[in-house]
């Protein structure tokens, strides 16, 4: 028994790059006299025990734990907790239990004790791999050669892969060659793109539904894990999916199989999962926006995606790649180069391949034409991004328009919540929410003055 955590996953420490989730997991008490001590269990440990006796894993000095209170058992892939007959009985989620299974984020409470069930995560610092690209993929940067090696190693197995990273970083290419160097790269690769779906829809399009189950299902349908089966499921923007329907999302991940909407029968499917985010599961998880037994399900193996402000010198590299793709024979004077190297690329990869396209369209003789490319990159009016997919340029238009708005709103009113609220003839919660959501600091205005502090009725 120890008190070393290293290697466990802890959601507000820094998020490394990559990281992996090994067999079997670590048991941690959150609550009790003996807060902060850990047992690991794994395919080969044995039975875990808990209990005040000396002959215990895990001995607990708690009084109100019984000699040898409970015992973990890894079965497969899945943890049997069982009561030994205690004193005292044992709980989880205040409901006692004699036999029951428990998954990562799971809270046992025995006695005054509360153990939590969690990942033994490892963090991985791959090996630079000697090659500058992985199937489409190209970067000479350490960080992605790194991650090129990491992606060698998992692609071939089935485990599970979230994918974290900034919006124009390539999550989705990297989700297409997972698959491609994959044994099921002859199955299909199903894309379901959670935050463009409504939410009514959602469970619908994922798990399919039968005929009759609701206004306009007019015929049976196969979702989209049914559509998968035998291949890939990219679940994108997994970060957008509403708290509500992430059971479901859960249930399907624990049981590998489906239950469709209006049926009362499930249908086993045989599917790889890869999830991107362009959020931090780990802080939405602590804000209780995303389930933490969900974020454990999908970072079997997690990889951060680097900014291409973090690997400068592969712009260079990226330039002359989508030069070749898009106008062979062209070249790039050293101006050219020296601007594009100098500039700050918020959209990431794919603004940068978003303007050597139009570059190379554009081109005049066999030189690229920077100037008007980047001239056309925005709308000036009103700064949208006409270089990103329509759903992301509106969305970062709505966040602009919403905190100029929001924060111009609560210093008139000097953050006084009611009077703001019935201005903008907006709900007082949603206003809290959107305070919340853009970091509002009730003490300072923008330009540094002090505001009131009063966030409640007038």
Known sequence: MSKDRSNVTALLDEVPSYSRQNAGGIFLVIKGPDRGETVRIGPTSGPVSFGSGSGCTMVLTDKTVSRKHLEAHMMGDEVMMVDSGSTNGTFIQGSKFEKIQIGFGGEVKLGRTVIKFLPDEEIVEPKPSAQAAFGTIVGGDTK?????????????????????????????????????????????????????????????????????????????????????????????????????????????????????????????????????????????????????????????????????????TDIPLLIQHFVNTFGPGLTITPEDMARLVRHSWPGNVRELRNVMERACLLARGNTINLEDALTSEAAPSLGIRTDLPFKEAKGQLVERFEQEYIEDLMRRHKMNLSAAAREAQIDRKHLRELIRKYGLDPRASRDGEAIADDLGDD
């Open 144 to 312: 992605m050669r790194q991650m090129f090696t990491l992606l060698e190693e998992v692609g071939p197995t089935n485990a599970t892969v979230l994918i974290e990273g900034e919006t124009g970083t390539g999550k989705e290419l990297i989700a297409e060659e997972i698959h491609e160097h994959s044994s099921r790269r002859d199955g299909p690769l199903v894309v379901f793109d959670c935050g463009s779906v409504p939410r009514e829809l959602i469970e619908s399009m994922l798990f399919g539904h039968v005929k009759g189950s609701f206004t306009g299902a007019v015929t049976d349908r196969r979702g989209a894990f049914a559509e998968a089966h035998g291949g890939t499921i990219f679940l994108d923007e997994i970060g957008e999916m509403s708290i509500d329907l992430q059971p479901s999302l859960l249930r399907v991940l624990d049981k590998r199989a489906v239950r469709k909407v209006g049926s009362n029968t499930y249908e086993k499917i045989d599917v790889r999962v890869v999830a991107a985010t362009n959020r931090d599961l780990r802080a939405e998880v602590a804000k209780k926006t995303f389930r933490e037994d969900l974020y454990y399900r999908l970072a079997v193996i997690r990889v951060g995606v680097p900014p291409l402000r973090e690997r400068g």
